[in-house]
Each structure stands twice: as C-alpha cells, then as structure tokens.
C-alpha cells in the first residue's frame, strides 16, 4: 500500500496558525482576568475557545483546521470544484494530508488524489508564490480564480510534475511536496514549452530543484527555479539564561544602592560606634555592627569586589580591571537604545497599525540585545554574588531603619539616615531619589528580560510587547513589578528611567526609531589558564599570537 502524501507547507502553516491562535488565547485570558477586556474582545475570545475546544476534541477522521488560508480555499473554490453543492470545496487535511490520504477507504499515494485535491493544491501553491495567502488582501477572491485558471489551462502538465515529485526515487525518498515549490516548478516548465509527456520531465524536474542546469542548453529549456535563502537565525542560538538575568537584576539594584551611600553609610556608622562616637544600646543595631561588621569583615563581600563585579557587568569604572573580563561596556547604550524604544512604541499606540508594527520590532530587538548581553556577562560567580548582596541589602535596609538609628540622626526613615551620614559625616553629595528611582526601574527592565527570555532569544516571535495591555493597563504594585511585571509595567519603568537620567525628547526620539547595530558575542570566550597556555608553546603551538 502506497504511504500518504504530505504537503508540507500547508502543515507547517497549520502548525503556525495554531501557536498564533494559543498566544492570543492567552494574552486575551491574561487580560480577561483583570477586566480590561472590550466588548470585540470579549467576542473574539469566546471564539476563540471554542476553536481550541475543538481541537482538543478533534479526531484522525474528523480534525480541525485554523490556517486563514485553507479555510478560505475551502469556501471560495466551493462554487468552482463542488458546482452544485454547500459543502467546502474539499474537507480538512490531516497533518498536511489531503482527504482521500487519510481517510477511512481512501487511497493513499499519488493515485488516490483526486482532481479536486490536486487544483486546491495548486491553488494554494500559486496564491504563496504570488504573496497573496493573506485572505484579507484586497485581490483575493479575484486571484483565487486566476490561480486555478492557471492549473486548469496546463492540469495535466502539472500533474505530471506532482506525480514526479512525490514518487520519483530519483527526486524524492519520501511522498513529500512543497505546494508553493511544485507550481514553480511546473509554470517555468510549462512557459518553456516542455509537454507532459515529454521523456525528459524528470531530468527537467530533478534541474529545477537542484538548479544545476544551466539556461540556453540545446536539449534542457532554460529556466529558474525558485529562490530559497537558508534561514540564517534556524542555526543560531542567542542564549539568554533567565538565572543569568535575575542575578545581573540583583546586583545592578546593588549597584545603584552603592551609589546612593548605603555601604558606604553603613561603614560610617560601623567606624564611628566602634570609636565610642555612637553610644548603642542592646538590640538589633548594636549586635549587627558588633557581630555582623566588626566581627565578620573578613567574609563579607568587600567594596573592590562589589566595585569589580559592577565593572564587569554593566561596564561602569573601579574595581580591580584585572578581574572584570573587559566588561559590559555597552550596557547604558544599550539600555538607553530599550527604554527608548520601549517609550516610543508606547508614545505612538494611536497612529497607524504599520508604524506601531515597526516600533514593536525595534522595541524587541533592543530588548534582545539587552538581554543577551546581561545573560553573557552575568555568569560564573554573578548568580552567587547576587544572593549575597540581596541579603546584605536587606540587613543594611533593617539597620538604617532601625528606630535607634533613626533617633540618633533625627530622621524618619532610612534614606533621612542616609542622607544625613553623607553630608554630615562623608561630605558627601546626596542622590537618594535618584538612585532609587533608577535601581527600581532598571531592575523592572530587567526583571521582565527574564520573565521574557525564551520570547527574546526565539527569531520568530515578533508581539515581543502586548499592545492591547498598553491601551488598557493594569499597573502593578511595586513588589509585584520587581518580582513579575507586565508590558505596562515595563513601559512605565522606562519612562521612570528616562525621566531620571535626563533623557531629553529629542535623545528619546532618536534613539527610539534609529536603533543601533549591537555587537554581542554568541558565547563567552572559554578562558585558558595562563599555565595551559605555556605549556601549548612549550610544544610549539603558539596561543593568542598575531602574526
């Protein structure tokens, strides 16, 4: 028994309806739960579940199809293929298989098609070769009738390049057929004049796919086929590693905490109790100077490895340069280049759908480019370093807002403490409510990279950001932003982080609609010890050498 033929575009095409038709299922679910939903919205999610109840409870004889452009053949060649009748044109295919391959008392192979299937086929290869598979496309209805002229006035040249194609050893090991690349095919043939019958078909068929004819031979018509790239991004793997980004997360909070005095402040305080200037009594601020400061200062992350670790990351000066790998020095470019595009795409939601769709796109690939450089950097001992320094944060914060500290320096809260040892005792200028304001919104940009990670580093998921969460926002509280944000969320924390670093509309504009090219490594470099490299030139084999 002959095996089942598979047209394989229109199975891949199958496949990518149904993961578009999942993601805005649950975009829409996502939303539903937060009552933002407008009335077409709310109709388009019933709708849409019911599809996907359906294809839950679809069976091998009786599947389910969701790709706009079968359904669409199906209602407009019925007046054409089933004259007479209220049925679709034909039924739903299978995985790619046509009716009369899958179904009970069918017949499988190329014998088993019949006249109907094969010009549905047709049709549906010349409207992808032709770029009309869009059934909203004003020209639709009209081209599906001249596509199936097209198969009509040359059926049988046609056919016979389909039968070649999906039973040919010579051509094909299995019975497969790309319906777009089959019409191809046969129309270049057909206007070179090659008939049906013609002895030498399979060699012109064989050349067409295999292009290695080439054109004004005596006994081979010449004639192209079709042009089809390699997907440049199919073998490559951007890796952005979510663990990799909540660390770089922790640590630029960290970053900014350093910035704004709270080791620094701590330290002062530490220094001045130790010298008797600062009188605590028992509790918790005392026994953490004396047990946690003083006594364990040999343990705890010192400034130059903090400073080092910063370096390293986000490509800020100190630290030891020894230990920074170089650094991520186009951090601030590249965040600046996200929050800007983020903004922009946010800015101009009420202008045409083509500009909000380039935005998104270069929203995304800022966003990619952030996080891939993070994830890159952040590796090695950055996840470790973060646990440390997050609970050191929380100690010092419990400290500074201890009510005996707050007493000692007439203040209120912790940043009062802080603002009060910088400038009293550090000489120090005060830059609180920037830094927290920074620290907190970098952190939301970041946090949301992981929350993300899988969408950036895939090629072929472009609705990075959910314009409709954007018209209709559900602003989180702050925990909840830090921990797990929206699109609104993010959006917000850009505009935040813009507004404190003085961007101007200008800078914002022109960042956010001419992005920049990023120069990101796929791979950190794998390191050779010093001692390795030695003995590789002990033996002659020169390491890291320019000629």
């Not at 839950?56 to 054409?80: C, G, S």
């Not at 290869?125 to 006035?153: I, M, T, W």
């Not at 390699?230 to 979510?242: N, S």
Request: hydrophobic share 40%; with cysteine.
């Amino acid at each position: 028994m002959a095996e089942p033929i598979v047209f394989i575009d229109i199975k891949e095409n199958e496949e990518r309806a149904r993961l578009s038709l999942q993601q805005r299922l649950e975009g829409l679910e996502k939303r539903a739960k937060d009552s933002v939903l407008s009335l077409s919205e709310r109709h388009e999610l019933d709708e849409l579940k019911k599809t996907a109840d359906a294809l839950k409870k679809a069976r091998r004889q009786t599947p389910v199809v969701v790709d706009p452009l079968y359904k669409a053949l199906q209602e407009d060649l019925r007046p054409y293929l089933n004259t007479g009748g209220q049925d679709p044109a034909i039924g739903p295919h299978l995985e790619g298989m046509l009716p009369s391959q899958y179904k009970d008392g069918g017949n499988p192979g190329y014998a088993g098609l019949t006249f109907r299937e094969r010009a549905f086929a047709a049709v549906y290869g010349v409207l992808q070769r032709d770029g009309l598979s869009n059934p909203e496309h004003s020209r639709f209805k009209s081209e599906v009738s001249v596509a199936l002229a097209e198969y009509n006035n040359d059926a049988e040249l046609y056919d016979a390049v389909l039968k070649t194609l999906v039973e040919d050893p010579d051509v094909t090991s299995r019975p497969e057929a790309l319906t777009k690349r089959w019409v191809i095919i046969a129309q270049n043939l057909s206007k070179s004049g090659v008939q049906a019958d013609d002895d030498k078909l399979p060699i012109y068929i064989r050349s067409g796919i295999e292009d290695v004819v080439s054109p004004g031979t005596d006994d081979t018509p010449g004639f192209a086929t079709e042009i089809m790239l390699p997907d440049l991004e199919a073998g490559t793997v951007v890796e952005i590693k979510a663990n990799n980004l909540r660390a770089a997360q922790a640590i630029f909070f960290a970053s900014m905490m350093e910035e704004a005095g709270l080791w620094a402040v701590r330290d002062k305080i530490a220094e001045l109790f130790q010298y008797g200037y600062l009188p605590f009594t028992r509790g918790f601020a005392g026994d953490y100077l004396y047990n946690v400061v003083l006594r364990k200062v040999a343990v705890r992350i010192s400034e130059e490895e903090r400073r080092t670790l910063y370096a390293r990351l986000f490509g800020v000066p100190g630290g030891n340069p020894m230990m920074n790998g170089g650094g991520y020095r186009e951090f601030y470019d590249h965040l600046d280049l996200a929050a800007s595009s983020v903004v922009t795409l946010l800015r101009d939601l009420n202008k045409s759908e083509n500009l909000i769709f380039i935005n998104q796109e270069r929203a995304r690939k800022s966003l990619r480019d952030l996080a891939a450089g993070l994830s890159l950097h952040a590796y090695g001992v950055a996840y470790f370093a973060a646990v440390e320094l997050q609970k050191e944060i929380n100690d010092i914060s419990r400290f500074l807002g201890d009510p005996e500290v707050q007493r000692m320096y007439g203040a209120n809260d912790m940043w009062q403490v802080i603002d009060q040892v910088k400038i009293a005792e550090l000489n120090m200028r005060s830059n609180t409510t920037r830094a927290k304001t920074v620290a907190n919104a970098v952190a939301v940009i970041i946090r949301w990279c992981a929350k993300n990670a899988g969408a950036l580093a895939s090629s072929s998921v472009i609705r990075i950001i959910d314009i409709e969460e954007l018209r209709n926002p559900r602003m989180s509280r702050p925990v909840e932003a830090l921990s797990d944000p929206t699109d609104y969320d993010l959006a917000v924390a850009c505009e935040q982080y813009l507004a404190m670093t003085s961007q101007g509309e200008q800078t914002i504009q022109r960042l956010g609609t001419n992005p920049v090219e990023a120069n990101i490594p796929s791979s950190q470099p794998v390191r050779i010890p010093q001692v390795a490299r030695d003995a590789l030139e002990s033996v002659g084999i020169p390491f890291g050498r320019r000629s």
